[in-house]
């Protein structure tokens, strides 16, 4: 059994930063890809980045260049540093691993950001 929790949400003006951090309880992000989903209130879920095993990474269009997505496969751990942030990314914070074709979800971080 897999379980992730996430953790480094809170409260912050337009154009603050806040690192996400989401601890796995096995070794398990060395070789599975993670990801970061958010969904704001009203909306859907959307993929927000996500590192592969071989520490590629993706984003979506609206935080692109300013998240970056990062892994400490010695802790068990997968960040994501949000900087410039804007009103638009108030959300729940989700981190999310496949392993064995079994999907894992933390139980989200929530990030509020004011104008």
């Known amino acids: 059994q897999v379980q992730l929790v996430e953790s480094g949400g809170g409260s912050v003006q337009a154009g603050g930063s806040l690192r996400l951090s989401c601890a796995a309880s096995?070794?398990?992000?060395?070789?599975?890809?993670v990801d970061w989903y958010r969904q704001a209130p009203g909306k859907q879920r959307e993929l927000v980045a996500r590192?592969?095993?071989?520490?590629?990474?993706n984003y979506t269009d609206s935080v692109m260049g300013r998240f970056t997505i990062s892994r400490n496969n010695a802790q068990n751990t997968v960040y994501l540093q949000k900087n410039s942030l804007k009103p638009e990314d108030t959300a729940v914070y989700y981190c999310?691993?496949?392993?064995?074709?079994?999907?894992?979800w933390g139980k989200g971080t929530l990030v509020t950001v004011s104008s």
């Open positions: 999310h691993t496949l392993v064995h074709m079994a999907h894992y």
């Open positions: 096995g070794s398990i992000f060395s070789i599975n890809a």
């Open positions: 590192i592969t095993s071989g520490d590629s990474t």
